[in-house]
């Protein structure tokens, strides 16, 4: 740590400082180091981890000019006057050169820019990359870590983009308004799928209650608020739903039986020697990387869309991987499934009599997790870990 001097003139350990503080330049400024990916990005963020997970992480999506905007700029009143800071993340993966709905964004948000209390980026790119993706991800967890205690990503629902806001938010609400032609048909099903709350926004249109109908059909029992956000109408009605939402497992999550694959453990002789494959050729971004003392072996994550290859080197010749290497060479080590419901999960593992090798443990990161054996699995080493509400 500490190589981070020289171009910003700050050193690391400061500059992770006056984050954790909140200090808004040093939150400004790591802002932009994430966005370009410049060297002391991945540094800072690895410095910033185990500091995130307070906030209030809401993801806001939808069709382009469903009025996004608008609601959030409520929103950002609301919890105002709750007393509580905001950070906005603005992404327009559509408007690549113009930005002209970002400058809408801008303006309308002007209002808060004497508000020490909110904290607004915007980006706008050609697309969602991989870049934008990671820093959307990254800018999230510095907000986060800041200590703000509301952060909200508006996303148009384009491309990768509500599968990304799915993954980084809490509670994700889906901006939808009346007269859309085909109605709920015409939106994308990924959209649908991901929303823990829906919004009817610009509800002073005709066609509500046949979107209201299409909506309960569509996703039965998620909650839905009506909203005339150009006049701020709707907005506690919107922020109690949010609010019944956050701490619930995710619906998208419940979909998938309640599961989503959270790594590959990969058991390598030298991580730097397989990182010149993961990073150096294949693009992979190395996150982090860190040593687990109870396992006995360093790691190194790169993450892959929702998930994360991890890279396993064992610390010492007693490690269990470094034994699985001298016996089966480097390779596939575990495939590890995260999920919300982990006690249910490892209750009906037992139940069935499959082979669990260890009692429940928190590991470094402060995640709990079970490994299953691979000759109750079809051969795969399997980790369960609990997802962290
Ligand atoms: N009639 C009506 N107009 C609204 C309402 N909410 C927003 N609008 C208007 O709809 C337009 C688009 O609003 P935005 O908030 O920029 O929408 P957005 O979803 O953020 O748009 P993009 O970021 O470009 O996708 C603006 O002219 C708003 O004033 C509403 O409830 N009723
Ligand atoms: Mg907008």
Not at 238 to 250: D, F, K, V, W, Y
Not at 350 to 373: C, D, K, Q, S, W
């Amino acid at each position: 740590m500490g190589r981070a001097e020289g171009r910003t003139g700050l050193n690391l350990e400061d500059w992770t400082r006056r984050i954790l503080a909140g200090e808004i330049r040093a939150v400004a400024r790591a802002a932009t180091a994430i966005e370009n990916n410049a060297p002391e990005a991945a540094a800072l963020l690895a410095a910033i981890e185990r500091h995130r997970g307070r906030a209030l992480v809401l993801g806001v999506t939808g069709a382009p000019g469903a009025g996004k905007s608008t609601l959030v700029d409520h929103l950002v009143r609301h919890y105002r006057a709750q007393g509580k800071t905001v950070g906005v993340l603005a992404v327009d993966p559509s408007s690549p050169f113009t930005g002209g709905a970002i400058l809408g964004d801008r303006i309308r948000m002007q209002d808060h820019h004497a508000d020490p209390g909110v904290f607004i980026r915007s980006m706008a790119s050609r697309g969602w990359t991989g870049g934008v993706a990671r820093a959307t991800e990254g800018i999230a967890a510095l907000l986060d870590a800041s200590g703000r205690g509301v952060v909200i990503i508006e996303t148009v629902g384009v491309g990768q983009g509500e599968v990304e806001v799915a993954r980084l938010a809490g509670v994700v609400a889906v901006v939808l308004v009346p007269g859309m032609g085909d109605g709920v048909q015409a939106i994308k099903a990924g959209l649908m799928e991901i929303a823990d709350v829906f919004v009817i926004n610009k509800a002073d249109h005709a066609g509500v209650g046949e979107l209201e109908r299409e909506i309960h059909q569509e996703a039965p029992g998620v909650p839905l608020v009506k909203t005339v956000a150009s006049q701020g109408q709707g907005i506690a009605e919107l922020a109690a739903a949010i609010e019944s939402r956050s701490g619930q497992p995710r619906r998208r999550m419940e979909r998938a039986g309640g599961f989503e694959i959270d790594h590959l453990g990969i058991a390598v002789r030298s991580i730097d020697s397989a990182l010149r494959f993961y990073a150096g050729q294949l693009g992979l971004a190395l996150a982090h990387r860190e040593t687990v003392e109870q396992e006995r072996v360093h790691v190194a994550m790169l993450p892959v869309g929702g998930s994360r290859v991890e890279l396993i080197e064992p610390a010492d010749s007693e490690s269990s991987v470094a034994r699985s290497i001298a016996k089966r060479g480097e390779g596939l080590h575990h495939v590890a499934l995260r999920t919300a419901r982990f006690a249910e999960a490892v209750e009906r593992l037992r139940a069935g009599g499959a082979r669990i090798l260890n009692e429940p443990r928190t590991g470094a990161g402060g995640h709990t997790y079970v490994f299953v054996h691979p000759e109750s699995t079809g051969g795969v080493l399997l980790e369960l870990i609990e997802e962290k509400e």
